[in-house]
């Protein structure tokens, strides 16, 4: 801008490490990183890095709570996508958040809505190649809820864990998706309430291919996990895999490979 150089001026408060270009746009900071290792702490309306074990802890393809979008893709490197902020990685709130990372064994971990969740919006995470760990509260991994959310991993022997409400799960008037496409894969839900009145010890999972509306004012929306191939393991407790609740539609499809599912009602 105004023939100054942007990197001169990355603010540490957003971005460390290895940095290409930083500039301010109206929609928000856009920044592209080197090959070299790069942490970024901000919320971002684009992030282009080009390699490097990268640390993303602000927003990284989150809307935050105030909607617009974002966009971040990293081409390569083993990275850690870490976040207790809504909507923080992959998710869109009245907007859309969109994170693509190509290759790397990579961890993310997050809280409340994220990972592919879209509220009012849309939030899509696409992780292409390497072995996987993701890690989230509740509304997350394939989540939408008026909305759609999508997280898709192409290769790779990856593990999901989630309290509840995701991993393929459509609330009212929302498609979440959860695709895998290769690899000996592991789903947990963990179960983000207890139902000591009628199942003492128990939790609502609301995961694994789970649709559902809002009783009694709302019909459901659509969810579904598809993992094409591979020695997968399912462990959930109650209403998941493959489950629809008030007018919603579950989907819960296992290709090619040995499986095992674990859950405790409906």
Not at 28 to 47: C, D, H, N
Request: hydrophobic share 35%; charged share 15%; proline share 2%.
């Amino acid at each position: 801008r105004n023939g100054i150089d942007p990197f001169l001026f990355a603010p540490d408060s957003m971005l460390t490490g290895d940095i290409l270009y930083y500039t301010e746009t109206e929609f928000g900071p856009f920044a592209v990183g080197g090959f070299g290792p790069t942490t970024y702490y901000g919320g971002f309306a684009l992030i282009v890095d080009l390699g490097g074990d990268d640390i993303y802890k602000g927003r990284a393809g989150g809307t935050g709570t105030n909607g617009g979008f974002s966009i971040a893709i990293d081409l390569s490197g083993d990275d850690i996508y870490i976040s207790d902020e809504k909507f923080g990685i992959a998710s869109g709130f009245l907007g859309t958040g969109i994170i693509i990372d190509a290759d790397g064994r990579d961890t993310y971990i997050t809280g409340d809505f994220s990972l592919g969740t879209g509220v009012l919006g849309t939030g899509i995470l696409l992780d292409i190649k390497g072995d996987d760990s993701f890690q989230s509260g509740i509304a997350g991994q394939g989540c939408g809820f008026l909305g759609t959310g999508i997280i898709t991993d192409r290769d790779g022997n990856d593990r999901y864990t989630i309290e509840g409400i995701g991993q393929g799960c459509g609330y009212t008037g929302g498609i979440g998706i959860l695709n895998d496409y290769t690899g000996d894969d592991t789903y947990i839900s963990t179960g983000i309430e207890r139902d000591n009145l009628s199942f003492e010890g128990h939790g609502l999972s609301l995961a694994q291919g789970f649709g559902t509306g809002h009783r009694p004012v709302a019909s459901g929306g659509i969810g579904v996990l598809l993992d094409r191939a591979g020695n997968d393991v399912y462990t959930a407790d109650i209403f998941a895999q493959g489950a629809g609740y008030w007018f919603g539609l579950g989907i819960l499809a296992d290709g090619q490979g040995n499986y095992k599912y674990t859950a405790f009602q409906f």
